[in-house]
């Protein structure tokens, strides 16, 4: 056999068509099933809700909802995505790695570097070498040159990647994303008093923010809602 | 539209464009081990958006788009990450020096068909080797449009696949040397 049969059987095997499609099937026959569950769910668990939350608005809450210490009123309110609704965008930018030295000069400029709720487990490096962070550039208007620094990107992630953090940063505008998701309506939550853009959905958590004149845009994977809002919390302080 | 013809719909453009995606998974993805996974997610989410009646414009953009964010899900870098050059400077040199003129790829024969062996050895490899294998194989694209693709030099993608032959060559000789003792 030369290598040209082979290797066409092997992604044929191992990639096969048919059996993705079968396994695909099976995943959306599962899909239709609950779905059909729900309908008879729904109304039951609605009766349910509405009798707890009678019972507690009858009941003032005072205090944070995140946390005892915390004096003030925090409203959260995460928007879901719908991560079909992608829209892509491609930016003409140049990304410089931070460097140690960089890094220690960064967290004496930004105080909010030195103090984050990082959830355990994840870390900048937890490989040696890890790429921590990019200073991203881009063109000064009328030239090639990437001499514009525009924002600061740190990646947090733990040692196989199943939990991430992407923390970028700027002091010109909102930080380049390059996908962004169209809603119809989004609602602001606050925390620290402060208002804070939220947006989530099945362990995938985004935040769009201002704040001592820096444009923040978080997005982080595999955490859970209470860490991802412990470390927004840890930002504006 | 009703579940039969979401169905339908999606069986349709699946037999369609598998090929297109699976081709820019491989080309994107870091591990060989996640194509699988990435491309049902990919047609998974298509379904939900036809089965909730959500028009599409240009479905090969749009796949193409879901399957550009499922593979930042999986591995979560906002940019591409950089292709590392599989060989240092200098053994890319040595290796240019080394290839003999007259060397045709597709006369390295293999004799022996041992799917599950390659497959396991292309794991092995760093990611590049198999992206560069499915689409000279598999797509049957030219050095030049793999090159191109992956953003390398022709003589860099000639260089995977002579070395990388030789190599399997010698393994599965070797297995089959093991096998026969």
Known sequence: MNPKELFQKTFDKYLNKEEIYQEIQKKIEKKEKRKGKLIYLI??????????????????????????????????????????????????????????????????????????????????????????????????????????????????????????????????????????????????????????????????????????????????????????????????? | MNVQNSLQTFEETYQKTYSDIVKYVICNCSNLEDVKDIVQEVYLSFYKRIDAKKDIDNVESFLIGIAKNKVKDYYHFRYKE????????????????????????????????QMDFVWKYLKSKKITVARIFYLYYQMDYPLKKIADELNMTESNVKNVLYRTLKELNRLIQKESEGNES
């Open chain 1, 43 to 237: 109304p039951a668990t609605c009766v349910i809700l509405l009798t707890i939350g009678l019972f507690i608005s009858a009941k003032p809450l005072h205090g944070s909802f995140l946390f005892e210490e915390n004096q003030q009123e925090d409203s959260i309110i995460i928007n879901s995505l719908d991560q079909s609704m992608i829209s892509l965008r491609d930016y003409d930018i140049k990304c410089v790695e931070i460097t140690d030295e960089s890094h220690e000069q960064l967290k004496q400029k930004y105080s909010f570097l030195s103090r984050l709720a990082i959830p355990s487990g994840i870390s900048l490096t937890p490989h040696p070498s890890e790429n921590r962070g990019c200073a991203v550039y881009t063109k000064e208007p009328g030239t090639n040159d990437y001499s514009k620094l525009y924002q600061y990107e740190y990646y947090y992630k733990n040692a196989d990647y199943s939990k991430s953090i992407v923390l970028a940063f700027s002091k010109l505008g909102k930080p380049f994303r390059d996908y962004y998701f169209m809603e119809d309506a989004t609602q602001l939550s606050t925390i620290n008093g402060n208002s804070v853009l939220l947006y989530g959905s099945d362990s995938f958590y985004i935040a769009q923010f201002t704040y001592q004149g820096t444009f923040f845009d978080i997005d982080a994977k595999g955490i859970n809602e209470q860490e991802f809002l412990k470390l927004i919390d840890s930002i504006l302080q």
């Open chain 2, 82 to 113: 950089k292709l590392l050059s599989l060989f240092s400077k200098k053994d890319e040199f040595e290796l240019i020096e080394q290839i003999p003129a007259n060397v045709n790829i597709p006369e390295i024969i293999i004799h022996q068909e």
